[in-house]
């Protein structure tokens, strides 16, 4: 079975502080796609950022980047320079024609 | 069109009763997902349509809940019978292919009395 770990409920910073919200997952197959959503109180899902798993170049989006580390099944997210905005519901999915998804970590960012 | 678009925002409704959303998907996606979201979870898969077949559905998802997509363009989720406990935000989403990300709409957030 593939599942999705994310082990952070909530995270809280300042703004303009880094924050690295963590993921771990488990899948036998070895092309995967990994990704990165954000859902902002009573707003919609968006992507964040994508990982192809064949990929070793961790993907970056602006402030946003990854760590990707295929043999530990790890693919955490970087926030630099964290804005108001970036408060929001943060999940981790992996892709199988559907996606499966982590619990979440609320992240708060403090003026 | 520039998004996933969904029908209604709001349901409200009382237990036992009948109830039906639709979701537009981006025009070209031909892929089609619904999933089910509670409050401080992650979303729950439900189904998925490739153009108008339905190819997965749930092992979790009761026989009071079916989904079409006809002419594989729109679709519906309609739920039978309803329970407290399908009270929840459905999300539609849709993607060109399996490895693209998918897009979301604004979902339906569903109050059963």
């Known amino acids: 079975a593939q599942t999705v770990t994310q082990s952070q409920p909530e995270m809280s910073v300042q703004e303009a502080e880094t924050v690295t919200l963590s993921c771990t997952y488990d899948t036998s197959e070895s092309n995967y796609y990994l990704f990165w959503y954000k859902q902002p109180p009573s707003r919609q899902m968006i992507l964040v950022i994508r990982?192809?798993?064949?990929k070793q170049q961790n993907a970056t989006e602006n402030r946003f980047s990854v760590n990707f580390q295929k043999a530990a099944k790890s693919f955490s997210l970087k926030i630099s320079d964290s804005q108001l905005g970036d408060t929001a519901m943060y999940f981790c999915?992996?892709?199988?024609?559907?996606?499966?998804w982590g619990a979440g970590t609320k992240l708060i960012i403090k003026p | 069109d520039t998004g996933v678009s969904q029908d209604p925002r709001h349901k409200i409704t009382k237990r036992g009763q009948n109830v039906t959303f639709r979701c537009d998907p981006i025009s070209e996606h031909n892929r089609l997902y619904w999933y089910r979201q509670t409050l401080g979870q992650g979303p729950e898969f439900l189904t998925y349509f490739q153009n108008e077949a339905q190819l997965e559905k749930s092992r979790l998802l009761s026989d009071r809940f079916s989904a079409e997509r006809p002419k594989g363009s729109f679709s519906t989720l309609e739920i039978q019978r309803t329970e407290q406990g399908d009270s929840a935000m459905y999300l539609c989403?849709?993607?060109?292919?399996?490895?693209?990300?998918?897009?979301f709409g604004p979902g339906t957030r569903l109050t059963v009395l």
């Open positions: 999915a992996l892709n199988n024609y559907q996606l499966i």
């Open positions: 989403a849709s993607s060109l292919t399996s490895d693209n990300e998918q897009f």
């Open positions: 990982q192809e798993a064949y």
